[in-house]
């Protein structure tokens, strides 16, 4: 164990970054030493961040979630190690729809009795778009405690929190629907039973479906079969949803899934032009917008690619014909990431593609992109790398956002370049919404700063600020960061 040497009564410590790339958790060796010269040393294993928001999850394999569905043989400890968490609630998954680890989607069934209880509707209502228990459920999406994951959710027809349908709720094996909810004061004989309400008509008129809360019966209660209950009384809600993968990250050692650290950034098909100017990150002193990402399976693996959203590139020609590899606007580009380049001290986080680390997209690519995605930025034209007929090349025309393969090579058109980052040499800061190089150099303290200068370099750990005063991050063997207290707190 490293050892950190204590100046002055501070206390101080060394933070192993190993798999650490600032959204990322730490495998954290510690040494804290307080006013008095006794030391106290530990080593502790935690999934803490460095700069907030920051989660490092330990990524599940294709599959995994097919194995955390339950089955009917599944009681007790057995059962409750299938649940998982999202969004502060915990949930079973009853159906696994993934194509990968991280594509496609998983529908989540509520595991207890957190959403509480209510009466479906008023009393004889049996049509669920019109009833109280769907109008609670959109609430919490639209307005309440599920708005800021709202995007991670599909929309069903039914809401992205729904109840389910009698088949949905016998597809689920029985021991999984009993989920007892306990009866409010003053309750009928039937809620004893603790049942909890599907989204259908019940057998009976004017009655609506449930599942028997302590056995998971469905329509049966106290010898009643098939049965029906009013829509007035105040039975359980246990809501489902379905869980988009592209938007999470699964950490398989807590069985939770987490946003992604720029979850706030993503682009989703509908994006509007009013939301665009929020979803712009930051990277390398220039505005871009994070338009697709390939196998983030944690905060250091994968790719990001950004797509420039302000006008800091200018304009160019084409060149003097439509093969981009020989063009001027790429050779505009190649010398950025070159020497003495605006890029050439963050080159190596960029991706090298046949195209270039700099390039401009394809016709294809930008079709791909959300409509106000092309129609936003200062441009009205802007270049694309496809050719197109005649010896002339595409670009989109902004006022529309239509992709056209007419424009004339010698035209001054907008460049609004692409890069591919890698998620093991750029981390995402949260706060300021950037992504930067892997290492944390650039915060430690110079002679020259003090006041808001100086506390700008403050990072937190542990609840209280430090100043980094050593990065050792890019050290492939032992990655590390020394942190010295920044206050007085250790007395």
């Known amino acids: 164990m490293r050892r950190e040497t204590i100046v002055e009564g501070a206390a101080g410590m060394i933070l192993d970054t190993g798999a650490f790339r600032g959204c990322g958790g730490l495998h954290m060796t510690q040494e804290a030493k307080a006013w008095s010269m006794a030391c106290l040393l530990f080593g502790i294993l935690l999934a803490l961040g460095l700069v907030p928001g920051m989660v490092q999850p330990a990524y599940a394999e294709t599959g995994a979630y097919t194995n955390l569905v339950p089955t009917s043989s599944e009681h007790g400890d057995a059962l409750a190690g299938k649940q998982v968490t999202f969004n502060g609630h915990r949930w079973y998954i009853i159906q696994d729809n993934s194509s990968s680890a991280m594509e496609g989607y998983v529908t989540l069934l509520a595991a207890d009795t957190s959403f509480d209880r209510r009466q479906w509707g008023v009393g004889g209502a049996t049509d669920y778009n019109t009833s109280w228990a769907k109008s609670s459920l959109d609430g919490l999406v639209n307005s309440s405690s599920f708005k800021y994951v709202a995007d991670t959710m599909k929309d069903t027809g039914n809401g992205k929190l729904y109840l389910l349908s009698i088949d949905e709720a016998n597809a689920v094996p029985s021991n999984v629907r009993a989920l007892q909810f306990e009866p409010g004061p003053w309750p009928h004989p039937f809620e004893a039973e603790g049942p909890w309400w599907l989204r259908e008509k019940g057998p009976g008129n004017e009655t609506v479906s449930f599942v028997r809360g302590t056995t998971g019966e469905i329509n049966v209660i106290q010898g009643i079969s098939p049965a029906g209950l009013n829509a007035s009384w105040n039975l359980g809600i246990r809501p489902a949803m379905q869980l988009d993968l592209h938007y999470v990250l699964f950490d398989f050692r807590t069985k939770t899934f987490n946003l992604k650290p720029y979850y706030d950034h993503m682009l989703t098909p509908n994006v509007s032009e009013e939301e665009l100017a929020g979803k712009q990150v930051n990277f390398n002193g220039r505005k871009w917008y994070l338009i697709d990402e390939k196998g983030v399976t944690d905060s250091k693996h994968g790719t990001v690619t950004l797509l420039a959203a ?13 093969n981009y590899a020989s063009s001027t606007v790429k050779s505009c580009l190649d010398a950025l990431t070159a020497t003495d380049g605006a890029f050439e001290k963050v080159a190596k986080a960029m991706v090298t ?28 034209q802007w270049w694309l790398r496809s050719g197109g007929a005649d010896g002339k090349a595409a670009y989109v025309e902004a006022s529309s956002g239509s992709v056209n393969s007419n424009g004339s090579v010698g035209s001054s058109y907008g460049v609004r370049p692409v890069v591919q980052l890698d998620l093991s040499e750029a981390m995402y800061v949260s706060s300021v919404k950037a992504f930067t190089l892997a290492t944390y150099t650039n915060l430690i303290p110079t002679g020259s700063e003090d006041g808001d200068a100086l506390a700008a370099k403050k990072v937190y750990f542990h609840k209280r600020p430090w100043y980094v005063i050593e990065d050792k991050s890019a050290d492939p063997n032992q990655p590390y960061v020394k942190l010295l207290a920044a206050d007085t707190s250790f007395g």
């Open 310 to 322: 302000d006008d800091s590139f200018g304009t160019s020609a084409f060149g003097e014909s439509d």
């Open 353 to 380: 593609t046949d195209n270039g680390k700099m390039y401009l997209l394809s016709k294809e690519e930008a079709e791909a992109l959300p409509a106000s995605v092309r129609k936003s930025g200062p441009h009205a």
